[in-house]
T-cell receptor
């Protein structure tokens, strides 16, 4: 498809398990973002991949969170040893780098830790 | 760190009324974006602004990039029930880097 695709759309996991969330950006978009949105809250920045430059990981809340991206393709966000406070919608967005940086979002992955 | 202050936090208006919301920053921004989020969906881009003083319209929506480059507003004219949702501003500083989001404005429209 032409938009940002995220999978799974919903994930229920037991506390302590690891989860992987996937994001397929728009083709050609060199920038990719992950955000977390708790129920009724705003968008909390997690990590930003900016082409060949080092990613901005300043928003990752703990060392249980990590993300990878190979080239300009798919990104995975991994949460290890999940906790109940990790329950949220995880949103991915992609954009071009440079002058015009309109970011387009996927539908998100709703993570529930039980 | 960098922050965007978005106001108001929520609005309750009558159908047909005009709406205005704004964002301010302590930093100079090169880009201002306005998004709308419906329940259970990802944010959808409404308007993008790239030049100080720029005024851009998209149907009943109008947004402006402040002259100081530290603020932006979004106006919605003649509101309708489907305007209900949460509106977010986002910006990128002149140092580049990540998009920073405001806290959101929740809009309710009474028919």
């Amino acid at each position: 498809g032409a938009g940002v695709s995220q999978s799974p759309s919903n994930k229920v996991t037991e506390k302590g398990k690891d989860v992987e969330l996937r994001c397929d950006p728009i083709s050609g978009h060199t920038a990719l973002y992950w955000y977390r949105q708790r129920l009724g809250q705003g968008l909390e920045f997690l990590i930003y991949f900016q082409g060949n430059s080092a990613p901005d990981k300043s928003g990752l809340p703990s060392d249980r969170f990590s993300a990878e991206r190979t080239g300009e393709s798919v990104s995975t966000l991994t949460i290890q040893r999940t906790q109940q406070e990790d329950s949220a919608v995880y949103l991915c967005a992609s954009s071009l780098l440079g002058e015009y940086t309109e970011a387009f979002f996927g539908q998100g992955t709703r993570l529930t830790v039980v | 760190g960098q922050q965007l202050n978005q106001s108001p936090q929520s609005m309750f208006i009558q159908e047909g009324e005009d709406v205005s919301m704004n964002c301010t920053s302590s930093s100079i921004f090169n880009t201002w974006l306005w998004y709308k989020q419906d329940p259970g969906e990802g944010p959808v881009l409404l308007i993008a602004l790239y030049k100080a003083g720029e005024l851009t319209s998209n149907g009943r929506l109008t947004a402006q990039f402040g002259i100081t480059r530290k603020d932006s507003f979004l106006n919605i004219s003649a509101s309708i029930p489907s305007d209900v949702g949460i509106y977010f501003c986002a910006g990128q500083t002149n140092q580049g880097g990540k998009l920073i989001f405001g806290q959101g404005t929740e809009l309710s429209v009474k028919p």
